[in-house]
């Protein structure tokens, strides 16, 4: 695999080591070239039908004996320079079903204590939960069965989900600083988690806050987007690719669908004797690697470095991420029947709908946290518009937030649920955002517990970029909150009476509630003919002025299923990176048209030519899921590549190398590949070969010769990398 083209192993093989077997197991990984991640631990147990956790998070002895095998791991490892230490994938409090975690009595006691923390005074307490404890002793964790039955608030119930999640990102935190203390600075995280529900501990916000290994599958959709917003700027960030890449258009697509998605790496899991094994038992490449090594190698060898230097064009979409709003979906569950939104599945599925209906328009989003709503770092001055998808519960300081980025000329974007609970739990007696939303409708429990109802749409009004009446009306949707009147707001469409589509100009903003359901989107989106709910998002993302990188269409002229559109800038530079959803594989191919929005000098990266000739601003393209695109949008024609080396060069001597990218005008950042050849070989050297970051076009790099490196004609190649454009040089070595 090394001489294939990977450079990193997760071996998961020194779990509860010694110092011994982890340094045998590191020094027999190491012959193999390449980089060992170890998997240190991992953190999971499950629950059982006392809600007691097999292993307690809080327990002495299982923290004293982590730290021993966590130590035993970083000891053993750190002279190897490894890229990351993984503390276990598929890492849970616990799986969906069983118990509900923890009731252990030290998880118990630490509970309280976090109580303490939290309220100070029992008093304090007592007031936010509506109990009449008189001490903090008497508190036992609650069960969602009985917080359902509550009608003042949830808090109880809230504040116990709250401090099972920061124990567990807590957890991940005191192992990442015990493996620091053997190997200082290095990253530390988790890798490929279990499906997100209410008990996972998965609150993405804590995970990555401090875990700079961030990695998930690539079939769970959502947490990669979360992923992706929320991890940290130096963060060994991938995806698990092997049930999605499940053929030779999944496996080549897969690679460059990770860098699309900001990814900095792409991972593989195999085991001798299961599917994706990459060798066959001869040690010939399978199928597998025949498909994945080629595609990995040619977005490792450039273009991987130039996205990732460049910024991500979040098309001014925000996207509000709040842990509470899962508890609260999960505890609707409990109280309305038939209703889409009442679970964390339907949160997670309503979520994915709204947003990969952004993506099907062409545009893109990124996550912000409670912490940015409430720090007021969500501004109407970057942002078009913030979206709230079943945000039942809001703190004070985050509705603050909503209404000044309102105020101040943002686009409110609600599906419908907004602000029943404050930030606590507690149950509002009004809803928080009625007055931005133009609304009232009912609260308390009343309000919260209330089901959703079907009908036909009905179009009355009018809204920019809505498709005509005709083509709306008699739609069956799902109404959200069938009791939802108007105030000041206009709405544009109902449902057996009640508003949908309601548009409410506040201060200088201005706030759209959908008040239906988007989850079918997530079956119909790639259905031929008219999609009215897609149509109404659009409409939506119209009216704020979200405007996409290019427009794509079919040889008809109609938008191209599913396909994604991502830009990336740097400095005058743009990488526009067109895909075909991977997680569809049942769609065909579809012929198509890029049209920019200005005339650019194109390049197809991936093909390393020139599209056209001159400034161009449209040409045809096929989008299929095996294909994914990219462009590079420049001000400038790159007319040559300058190599400076020296002619020759001694056994063990260290050889400088310049490189620069000519333009017809100033060169921004590039990146040229330089790909060095021994005599006679028809394949890059893996060690001396290399990518050169060039600021201003201009870059430098070493290669340093072995003793016994082959004597004779060596070749270098650079090529600039957004445009293929190439030059080669002759070194002797002797």
């Known amino acids: 695999c090394s001489d294939w083209g990977a450079d990193m192993c997760d071996p998961a093989n020194t779990v509860s080591a010694d110092d011994a077997r982890c340094a045998r197991e590191f020094a027999l990984t190491s012959r193999s070239g390449l980089r060992v991640i170890p998997y240190a631990t991992r953190v999971f147990s499950e629950t059982d039908e006392s809600n007691e956790r097999g292993v307690c998070m809080h327990d002495t002895n299982y923290i004293a004996a982590q ?4 130590t035993a791991n970083a000891r053993q490892c750190a002279p190897y320079g490894p890229p990351a230490y993984t503390l276990g994938d598929e890492n849970a409090i616990s799986r969906a079903g069983g118990g509900e975690p923890c009731h252990r009595p030290a998880s118990v006691e630490a509970f309280r204590e976090w109580l303490r923390g939290k309220y100070g005074a029992i008093a304090t307490l007592n007031a936010t939960w509506a109990t009449r404890y008189a001490d903090f002793d008497e508190i036992a964790p609650m069960l969602i069965a009985d917080a359902a039955a509550l009608e003042e608030s949830y808090a109880a119930w809230f504040d116990h989900k709250v401090f099972m999640d920061q124990a567990f990102a807590d957890t991940h935190d005191w192992m990442r600083e015990t493996i620091r203390e053997q190997d200082p600075g290095a990253r530390v995280g988790w890798d490929g988690l279990l499906s997100y529900h209410w008990k996972a501990g998965y609150d993405f916000d804590l995970l990555t806050r401090n875990c700079d290994l961030n990695q998930v599958y690539v079939s769970q959709w959502i947490q990669g ?10 963060a060994l960030v991938g995806k698990w690719g092997n049930r999605v890449a499940d053929n030779e258009a999944g496996w080549t697509a897969y690679p460059w669908h990770s860098l699309f998605d900001g990814c900095n790496s792409a991972w593989w899991w195999t085991s001798w004797g299961c599917e994706y094994v990459p ?50 979906a999960a505890l609707a569950g409990k109280l309305v029947t038939d209703s889409s939104f009442a679970s964390d599945r339907g949160l997670l599925r309503t979520h994915e709908a709204m947003l990969k209906g952004v993506n099907d328009l062409g545009s893109q989003f990124v996550y912000i946290t409670e912490a940015d709503l409430a720090g007021r770092r969500v501004s109407a001055d970057h942002y078009r518009v913030l979206i709230l998808s079943l945000a039942s519960s809001l703190s004070d300081g985050e509705v603050v937030a909503v209404r000044e980025f309102v105020e101040a000329g943002g686009t409110l974007l609600v599906d419908g649920r907004a602000g029943y609970l404050d930030g606590d739990g507690v149950i509002r007696d009004t809803r928080a955002l009625d007055e931005v939303l133009g609304v009232t409708g009912a609260a308390g429990v009343e309000g919260f517990a209330q089901s959703s109802v079907r009908g036909e749409l009905v179009v009355s009004g009018e809204m920019t970029g809505l ?81 996409s990188p290019c427009e794509v269409t079919r040889e ?36 198509g048209t890029v049209t920019l929005p200005e005339p650019a000098i194109v390049y ?131």
């Open 225 to 234: 987007e979360l992923v992706r917003s929320l991890s940290g700027p130096d």
């Open 67 to 70: 730290r021993d095998y966590l």
């Open 556 to 591: 008809d002229g109609s938008r191209p299923l599913c396909v994604t559109q991502m830009l990336y800038a740097d400095g005058a530079a743009r990488y526009l990176c067109i895909e075909q959803d991977l997680l569809l594989p049942g769609l065909a191919d579809q012929p």
């Open 467 to 547: 498709a005509p009446a005709a083509a709306l009306s008699g739609v069956e949707v799902e109404v959200l909150e069938p009791r939802l009147q108007l105030t000041t707001g206009e709405a544009v469409a109902e449902v057996g009476g009640a508003p949908a589509l309601i548009s409410n100009d506040f201060g200088e903003g201005r706030a759209i509630t959908l008040n239906i359901s988007l989850v079918p989107l997530l079956t119909s989106r790639d259905n031929e003919g008219p999609n009215p709910l897609l149509d109404i998002v659009g409409a939506a993302l119209t009216t704020a002025g979200v405007e």
């Open 604 to 734: 197809d990266m991936r093909a390393g030519k020139r599209v056209g000739e001159g400034q161009i601003s449209e040409w045809d393209v096929t989008f299929a899921r095996g294909d994914p695109h990219v462009y590079a949008l420049l001000p400038y024609e790159v007319t040559g590549v300058a190599l400076e080396v020296p002619e020759q060069v001694a056994a063990g001597e260290t050889v400088e190398v310049a490189v620069s990218a000519q333009a017809t005008g100033e060169p921004g950042y590039h990146v040229v590949r330089l790909d060095v050849y021994a005599p006679g070989s028809d394949a890059p050297h893996r060690q001396y070969s290399q990518n050169i970051g060039c600021d201003g076009g201009v870059g430098q790099a070493t290669i340093s010769f072995a003793l016994n490196d082959a004597k004779g004609e060596w070749r270098l190649v650079a090529r600039d990398v957004a445009t293929g454009v190439s030059t080669e040089r002759a070194l002797t070595f002797n």
């Open 279 to 328: 060798f066959n038992p001869d040690m010939s490449r399978s199928n597998y690697a025949r498909w994945f090594f080629p595609a990995l190698r040619d977005v490792a060898s450039g273009p991987g470095k130039l996205i990732l230097h460049a910024e991500r064009d979040d098309s001014g979409v925000a996207v509000l991420y709040s842990q509470r709003d899962l508890f609260a």
